[in-house]
């Protein structure tokens, strides 16, 4: 599953530039505090237990997340006709989703909210502050921007070779098979599959915010570089200003 995770994780961050959450019904909250490696993300405080107050600034318009990995991936009708058009409607027949390769994936995220920590000055120098008391570790990293679906399916092939029927009550397009109220089911499956089939308030993507490692080094008191051409010259590089605290982390596999 390790490399089917990677390839789901590595597909969603060059689609969308968010970090993806795995497995996908992972809780997350704005305000999360944790380690980041590799595909997992394990939370170990949050914010408010270490005292910090921030103001969440809310999404205010909606949007979908939909991507299917470039390769590995066809959709047909269980009649026996390869389903092409997003547009398409499922039969009443249903459809058949088959994964060639390991990593293979459809993700849907229907009405996405995206939420963000308000004031990143203020949270640069309140995380300063936990660092040099010696309460905030080097390696930990904060949720400042959380992605709220109000449902999302999300199929996952953990082999190289499965495939997933599906029925729903209504007629539903193929670009929306994380409808909710569409009554969507499994009726079969072969291979080892990780699904989440129109599951209401998942938080499939995020980002993370941590000291920045530059920062992290005037900070510690790490050793000046030796210069050379004698007296006057120096290092004048300061600490950084807490409006240039964080930096995001990126994704490392």
Same mark, same amino acid.
């Given at each position: 599953m390790a490399n089917a995770a990677k390839a789901y994780l590595q597909g969603l961050n060059d689609k969308f530039s968010y970090l993806g959450t795995w497995l996908p019904n992972g809780n997350r909250r704005?305000?999360?505090?944790? &380690?980041? =490696? *590799? +595909? +997992?993300? =394990?939370?170990? #405080?949050?914010?408010?237990?270490?005292? @910090?107050? $921030? #103001?969440?600034?809310?999404? #205010?318009?909606? @949007?979908? $997340?939909?991507?299917?990995?470039?390769? *590995? &991936? %066809?959709?047909?009708? %269980?009649?026996?006709? +390869? !389903? =092409? /058009? /997003?547009? /398409?409607t499922l039969a009443e027949a249903g459809i058949a989703i088959e994964f060639s390769e390991e990593g293979s994936f459809v993700f849907q995220a229907a009405s996405c909210r995206t939420d963000e920590i308000e004031d990143q000055v203020s949270l640069g120098e309140a995380l300063i502050k936990l660092f040099e008391q010696g309460r905030w570790e080097r390696e930990w990293s904060v949720i400042d921007t959380l992605v709220i679906a109000k449902s999302a399916t999300i199929i996952v092939s953990n082999s190289k070779a499965s495939m997933l029927e599906l029925d729903a009550k209504t007629p539903l397009q193929l670009a929306n098979l994380a409808d909710a109220s569409a009554g969507i089911s499994v009726v079969s499956q072969s291979g080892d599959v990780t699904r989440f089939i129109a599951a209401e308030g998942l938080?499939? !993507? $995020? =980002? !993370?915010?941590?000291l920045r490692k530059s920062l992290l080094g005037s900070l510690l008191g790490a050793a000046k570089p030796i210069t050379f051409g004698g007296p006057g010259r120096t290092d004048t590089a300061g600490r950084p200003s807490a409006d240039n605290a964080l930096e995001h982390v990126p994704l490392e596999l």
């Open positions: 704005l305000g999360d505090v944790g &380690v980041q =490696k *590799g +595909e +997992e993300w =394990k939370r170990v #405080t949050s914010l408010r237990d270490l005292g @910090i107050t $921030f #103001t969440v600034r809310p999404g #205010t318009q909606t @949007i979908d $997340f939909t991507h299917t990995s470039h390769s *590995g &991936v %066809k959709l047909r009708s %269980k009649l026996g006709g +390869e !389903l =092409k /058009a /997003a547009g /398409a938080t499939p !993507l $995020f =980002k !993370l915010s941590r």
